[in-house]
């Protein structure tokens, strides 16, 4: 009488997706969930716009339990389309097609760090070539006596054609070929160097006359320092801009004897320094440039050789203008006198794209993927028993009638039931004794 009386209402607040118990409302209602914020904004603007008795937080309390009560009743449903007959085990195909997939899935993350850091750079890696190659060669601490630099036009990157052959002459060493097979002709530049010294060699008459001295002193050491540096782009996720090192040498007496001639004027031929010049440079993304030893083909020389000559020196005219010129004789891909060639390999790096996750290596994957990844999985296979109470419903029928009951009585103003069905909600949730009663299955 009193519904005739005061009219039907013509809807009842609430989820659109809520209103069929099925996998298709299950799903969709979960994904409406997951949006970030979506449920939160929704239950505010709700509140504020809607005329209710309840604090913000118990209206979000409602909410939840309705949310909660929703989806355990999705499930019953299907349990009761489905049902699973008593004392029957689970099919294989629910359990390898559950099961198998939680277990790749789990698999996959683990493993994730390894695999990611392996093959971005084989398969999706960027070449980041060498934009200058430098070589700096020093007597005994001394000034420098030839600095030179190869750029642009100077540095060639390897044809097919070019790489073919560089295998076929290491063919006989078993290490140069595995080495080569990390690479493409696309990694490899020939640094071409000029072999005049882009320096004039000014050193002071007193240190010339001390460089002598040391150069006839046999008794005590005399070092020849050869340095190189790469310079790369770092923008496109090298750890370091440039990559050097060095190789130092102890000049033989005979060696120290010619240069000795050569700077007083006694001795116009090219002077040999022997095993001292890194042909092979491998150029990884950080700072160390070494030299591939897997191209040595006899430990004791592991170097090739160079000549150095001192122009312009006179021996009756100390102040003419002098500079080093420096040759390199092997040479594989370029035939002009005077000149030096470098082989440079060059490692791949990740993407740009990326790079932002390369950048952190595997540790940093794993502490800052697989580790909270893990956390949120872990939350799924621990604290279920916690949980007991409000998962294993049998029967929520009542439950979710007593929230539709809020809904309605609020939409038609009964604003005082509406806390009287409120607390009655609150009180089922406190009394595991009475949510027993009330979640039994139905009995005829």
């Not at 004392?87 to 493993?111: A, D, E, F, N, T």
């Not at 496109?236 to 033989?252: F, M, P, Y």
């Amino acid at each position: 009488a009193y519904q005739i009386r005061c009219g039907y209402p013509t809807r009842v607040l609430g989820n659109f997706l809520t209103k069929s118990y099925n996998y298709v409302n299950l799903f969709l209602f979960q994904g409406f969930r997951l949006v970030p914020f979506l449920t939160e904004l929704r239950a505010v603007m709700d509140w504020v716009w809607t005329d209710t008795t309840l604090s913000l937080s118990s209206w979000i309390c409602v909410e939840d339990i309705y949310a909660h009560i929703f989806i355990l009743k999705c499930w019953r449903e299907s349990e009761k389309r489905y049902p699973q007959p008593r004392g029957q085990k689970k099919k294989k195909v629910v359990k390898y097609g559950m099961g198998g997939m939680i277990v790749v899935l789990l698999i996959c993350i683990v493993w994730f760090p390894l695999l990611f850091m392996s093959l971005i750079k084989s398969v999706a890696g960027v070449t980041n070539k060498p934009l200058d190659v430098s070589i700096k060669i020093t007597l005994g601490g001394y000034q420098p006596i030839f600095t030179m630099s190869a750029q642009q036009k100077e540095l060639r990157d390897l044809t097919s054609h070019d790489f073919e052959k560089l295998k076929k002459d290491v063919s006989s060493l078993a290490s140069a070929l595995q080495f080569l097979e990390a690479y493409s002709h696309e990694d490899v530049t020939v640094a071409k160097l000029e072999g005049n010294s882009n320096s004039l060699w000014t050193i002071s008459p007193p240190s010339r006359n001390m460089m002598i001295e040391r150069l006839n002193d046999t008794s005590s050491a005399f070092f020849l320092v050869i340095s190189w540096s790469i310079q790369r782009n770092l923008s496109l996720g090298a750890k370091a801009e440039i990559a050097s090192d060095k190789h130092t040498v102890n000049l033989q007496n005979k060696t120290r004897e010619s240069l000795v001639k050569m700077m007083v004027g006694e001795n116009s031929e090219p002077v040999t320094l022997e095993n001292m010049y890194p042909y092979y440079i491998k150029a990884p993304s950080d700072s160390n440039a070494k030299p591939v030893k897997q191209f040595f083909r006899d430990p004791d020389r592991e170097f090739k050789n160079i000549t150095v000559l001192l122009k312009g020196s006179s021996k009756h005219d100390t102040d003419k203008q002098q500079w080093w010129v420096v040759n390199q004789k092997d040479k594989k891909f370029s035939n002009n006198n005077s000149s030096l060639e470098l082989i440079v390999f060059s490692d791949k790096v990740s993407p740009p794209s990326l790079g932002f996750l390369a950048g952190y290596g595997i540790m940093g994957l794993y502490a800052s993927v697989v580790l909270v990844i893990g956390k949120f999985v872990r939350e799924f296979f621990s604290g279920i028993s916690h949980s007991i109470m409000f998962e294993e419903l049998p029967n929520v029928d009542r439950i979710l009638k007593l929230c539709t009951d809020i809904f309605l009585v609020r939409e038609t103003g009964e604003l005082e039931l509406e806390e009287d069905l409120y607390a009655k909600l609150i009180f089922l949730y406190r009394s595991p004794e009475t949510m027993i009663k009330w979640t039994r299955e139905k009995t005829n």
